[in-house]
């Protein structure tokens, strides 16, 4: 097996192979390598991008132009988006797809995983199909022109601190809302995926242990792994709410608007699918070694009603070992 687990091995190269979901895209491949391989410096080269266009305005003349009514400063749909949004997208990519192979390597290692050789060559050919289906690919790219003309279309209709044709920096940010959308699009396909991998590995053999060390049967290693997410569910939770609040105070939308709805959905899919989705992959196997284990328990009771027959419902026709016996049966159950 150690020959088809190379992938999900922890060398210094694991963390950039198939299992790291960071592939099937060329654009996407690059952002999601970079910042697993150097997170500090993606999230600081994402943070200068993210400001050049307030650089660009600074050199311009334009940031401090009294004709444009909305300034850098209270541009709150800007730095939460550019300065919050994309950064913590950095952050996933790095902590949760830098570590998804040892995660699987670490399950294989507690015994949870008992996938043969031939089930890990279709995992591993599954994996490759779906990270370069061509809906996979073309939907991120999608997702980010349409948010790149929507916003270039919102803002020339709502003057801004960027918002003039003679100025360079009004055409940054639909590129800023390109990347922006078309990485969130990349990264919840790819969570997605993990869902669909770990749901096929847990269909094949697995040994969910209930007295595990890590308390969770064994599934410790990927416990850790969706923890990764909470922070960054938290953040998203604040660029959401704070969008809506740009988009009403500052741009003058209706509560309802379509830009309000796909915020809230965007969120919503999100956090559904990057925090649950991969846990709800095992549930079935989880609930199995629940079931497996309290009839194993039912049939030791039975087995102690057939010893002492009638005499079992009471605790005087019971030897201390059996009292012990049943004590010990009550708290496994």
């Not at 919102?154 to 959308?181: M, R």
Request: charged content about 15%; aromatic content about 14%.
């Amino acid at each position: 097996m150690s020959v088809i687990l190379t992938e999900v091995q922890i060398p210094k190269d694991a963390k950039f192979g198939l299992f790291s979901l960071v592939h099937g895209d060329r654009l996407g491949s690059i952002i999601g390598r970079f910042a697993i391989d150097s997170q500090f410096s993606a999230v600081s080269i994402a943070a200068m991008l993210s400001f050049s266009a307030a650089l660009v305005a600074v050199f311009e003349g334009s940031l401090l132009n009294r004709d444009l009514n909305l300034d850098l400063a209270h541009d709150i749909g800007w730095w939460n988006q550019f300065l919050l949004a994309f950064h913590t997208l950095i952050y996933i990519a790095g902590s949760y797809f830098g570590a998804f192979p040892r995660t699987l390597r670490q399950l294989v290692d507690s015994g949870v995983l008992l996938a043969s050789d031939e089930d890990w060559k279709k995992v591993r050919r599954f994996t490759k199909a779906k990270l370069t289906n061509t809906s996979f690919v073309l939907l991120p790219y999608v997702a980010g022109v349409t948010a790149a003309a929507l916003t270039s279309n919102v803002l020339q209709a709502n003057g801004s601190w960027y918002a003039s044709d003679q100025y360079l920096a009004c055409y940054l940010i639909p590129v800023h809302a390109f990347f922006l959308y078309f990485f969130m699009t990349f990264l919840s396909l790819r969570l997605y995926s993990a869902f669909l991998i770990l749901k096929m590995l847990f269909g094949f053999s697995v040994n969910i242990q209930p007295f595990h060390p890590d308390s969770c049967g064994g599934l410790g290693s990927l416990m850790e792994q969706s923890a990764k997410l909470y922070w960054a569910m938290i953040v998203f939770g604040v660029v959401a709410a704070l969008g809506i609040f740009s988009n009403v105070l500052v741009y003058g939308q209706e509560l309802l608007s379509l830009y309000n709805f796909l915020l809230v959905l965007s969120y919503i899919l999100l956090t559904g699918i990057a925090f649950f989705l991969p846990l709800y992959a095992l549930t079935d196997s989880m609930r199995d070694a629940k079931r497996k284990i309290l009839l194993s328990i039912k049939e030791r009771y039975r087995a102690l009603n057939r010893r002492q027959g009638s005499g079992a419902n009471s605790l005087d026709a019971l030897s201390d070992d059996q009292i012990a016996d049943l004590r010990a049966l009550k708290a496994l159950q």
